[in-house]
C-alpha cells in the first residue's frame, strides 16, 4: 500500500528526494511521516506532514536540510534532502497515520509503512 522510491548513493554536500507512492485508501486523510533505520540503530522519527500539508514536524537533526511535501492528487508524499551528510545514510521508510487533525512523530502511532528505500552518503 506504500512504494517508497528514489534512495541511491549520493556525495556529502549533495541533494536527494525519495518519494512515498500510497494506495487511494491508504492516503486519504492520513498524515504521512518519514523515519529512518540505519545499520545498528533503531528506527527514528525523520519528519511528517498533516493531511492538508498545513502542518509539518522536522526532527532537529534535519531541520534546516531537509523538506517533507505532499501532493494529493497524485497520493505521493515527498522528502527532499539537501546538504546531507554520511550519518543521513540509512533505509528510509515512509508512513501513513489515519487522521486529518494530528501530525503523529512517533513510529508506534502509524498504521502502514512502506519497504523502505535506501540512501547511502559518502564523504
Known amino acids: 500500500q506504500l512504494q517508497a522510491s528514489g534512495g541511491g548513493l549520493v556525495q556529502a554536500g549533495g541533494s536527494l528526494r525519495i518519494s512515498c507512492v500510497a494506495s487511494?485508501?491508504?492516503?486519504?486523510?492520513?498524515?504521512m511521516g518519514w523515519f529512518r533505520q540505519a545499520p545498528g540503530k533503531e528506527r527514528e522519527f525523520v519528519a511528517a506532514?498533516?493531511?492538508?500539508?498545513?502542518?509539518?514536524y522536522y526532527a532537529d537533526y534535519v531541520k534546516g536540510r531537509f523538506t517533507i511535501s505532499r501532493d494529493n492528487r497524485e497520493n505521493t508524499v515527498y522528502l527532499q534532502m539537501n546538504s546531507l551528510k554520511p550519518e543521513d545514510t540509512a533505509l528510509y521508510y515512509c508512513?501513513?497515520?489515519?487522521?486529518?487533525?494530528?501530525?503523529?512523530?512517533?513510529?508506534?502511532?502509524?498504521?502502514?509503512w512502506g519497504q523502505g528505500t535506501l540512501v547511502t552518503v559518502s564523504s
Open positions: 487511494g485508501s491508504t492516503f486519504s486523510g492520513s498524515a
Open positions: 506532514i498533516s493531511w492538508l500539508g498545513r502542518r509539518t
Open positions: 508512513a501513513a497515520k489515519y487522521t486529518v487533525y494530528d501530525v503523529p512523530r512517533t513510529r508506534n502511532e502509524y498504521d502502514y
